[in-house]
Structures are given as structure tokens and as C-alpha cells.
């Protein structure tokens, strides 16, 4: 019974490079979402999907991230033209139903560390 | 936005005593969660809340959901040195997506 997976679990790019981030749900999970935590501060939530649906990206930089959640395969965030700072860490989190009580219970991965050089 | 206090930003405690820390959010939430973060670790979480006034316990844990729906504590009794750890108030309002405070670095002391 795996929780949320996120891979790779250290990434170093430099000034320039793509990043992409990988996560795949807990089974039975079909929502996910994408949060990014600087040092030594909260989550701040980037943006949250369904299968093959951006729900809502209001968190997201509107130039070099983007987000995907394919029809089969993991959840990707895709960093372009990575600068110092998105030096991050960046964690996924999934949950089970859209509605009731536990839509809003999160289950978060190991997190994505990225730095950039 | 959604904004959320969290306080203390830290704590430093003796091992066996009691932690008592708070959340409040400039606006209303429909739930509470209370996670904690090891270091280079994910959050995970330690209590729901759903409902206004509900209070729930969880081992040494015991969460409070404020009756105005704008505040929520966290405590943890006869602390142990593997409370140790960031300690994060999460809420949601009309969004689905949560909004999270700022963190609690707890250190207990032997």
C-alpha cells in the first residue's frame, strides 16, 4: 500500500536547464496537488489536478511552470528555464474524492528537492 | 488570500512537559489539520477537524476546531524527544486546496 511517490527525490540543474518533478498518487487517489516549501518556511500551494484536468493553478507562476496529471502515467511538474530562485522543495499531495468531509485531507509525498546552481 | 498565523514560531521544551501551540486565519475555514514535518521529509498528518468546536484527540494529541471557525490550537502532552519537529496548522475555506501556516519548530530537551 504505497503512499504518494514523488521522484526524483534530489534534483541539481543549472541556471538555464529544465527540471521536471514526478508523482504518482496513492491508489485510489485521483486528485493531486502541488505545493512548494522555500527554507525553513510553510507549503505554498502551487497548483491541483484531476486525470487529464488542471482544477486550479492560481498558485503557479504564469511563465516556466507547468503542470500535467496525463490519463495514465504520474502527475509532472515541469520547471523551464530554471533560475536560482526555484531552489525548493517541492512537494505533491493527493486525496481520495471531490466532496465530504476528506476531499480536503491531503497525503503528502517525501518531496522533490531542487536546487539550482 | 487565505492567511493563517501560526504561533509560537518555536519552542523549546523539557522532556515530559506539555506543548500548547495556535493557528488563526483572517477568514473563515471549513476544516483544520495539524501535520508535522520531519527534516527532509513530507508532512504528515496528525488530527482532522471538520466541525466547529470539535475537539479530538490522537494518542498525547489533542486538537481544538475554534468555535468561530477562525482558530485552531494543537497540544501534545508529557512531551517524548521524537516530538521533535516542524509542526503545521493547515485549513481550507470555500478553495479546496489547503492553505498552510507558517510552522512550529518544536525541540524537547532531555
Known amino acids: 500500500n504505497a503512499g504518494v511517490m514523488q521522484n526524483p527525490r534530489h534534483l541539481v540543474r543549472r541556471r538555464g536547464q529544465e527540471a521536471r518533478l514526478r508523482c504518482s498518487p496513492m491508489?485510489?487517489?485521483?486528485?493531486v496537488y502541488w505545493y512548494r516549501q522555500l527554507p525553513e518556511e510553510g507549503l505554498k500551494f502551487m497548483v491541483y489536478?484531476?486525470?487529464?484536468?488542471?482544477?486550479?493553478e492560481s498558485g503557479m507562476p504564469k511563465e516556466r511552470f507547468s503542470a500535467e496529471f496525463p490519463k495514465e502515467g504520474p502527475s509532472i511538474l515541469r520547471i523551464q528555464q530554471v533560475v536560482r530562485g526555484d531552489s525548493a522543495a517541492y512537494f505533491c499531495?493527493?486525496?481520495?474524492?471531490?466532496?465530504?468531509?476528506?476531499?480536503?485531507?491531503?497525503?503528502f509525498g517525501a518531496g522533490s528537492r531542487l536546487t539550482v546552481l | 488570500g487565505q492567511q493563517l498565523n501560526q504561533s509560537p514560531q518555536s519552542m523549546f521544551i523539557q522532556e515530559g512537559e506539555d506543548v500548547s501551540m495556535n493557528c488563526t486565519s483572517s477568514?473563515?475555514?471549513?476544516?483544520w489539520l495539524w501535520y508535522k514535518q520531519d527534516p527532509g521529509e513530507g508532512p504528515v498528518l496528525l488530527i482532522a477537524?471538520?466541525?466547529?468546536?470539535e475537539l479530538t484527540s490522537n494518542g498525547r494529541l489533542t486538537a481544538q476546531f475554534g468555535i468561530t471557525r477562525k482558530d485552531s490550537f494543537l497540544n501534545i502532552s508529557a512531551s517524548i524527544p521524537s516530538d521533535v519537529g516542524i509542526y503545521f496548522c493547515?485549513?481550507?475555506?470555500?478553495?479546496?486546496?489547503?492553505?498552510f501556516g507558517s510552522g512550529t519548530q518544536l525541540t524537547v530537551l532531555p
Open positions: 493547515a485549513g481550507s475555506g470555500s478553495a479546496r486546496q489547503l492553505t
Open positions: 477568514s473563515i475555514f471549513n476544516t
Open positions: 491508489k485510489g487517489h485521483s486528485h
Open positions: 489536478l484531476q486525470k487529464e484536468n488542471i482544477i486550479d
Open positions: 499531495a493527493s486525496s481520495p474524492q471531490s466532496r465530504g468531509s476528506g476531499a480536503n485531507v491531503l497525503t
Open positions: 477537524l471538520y466541525k466547529a468546536g
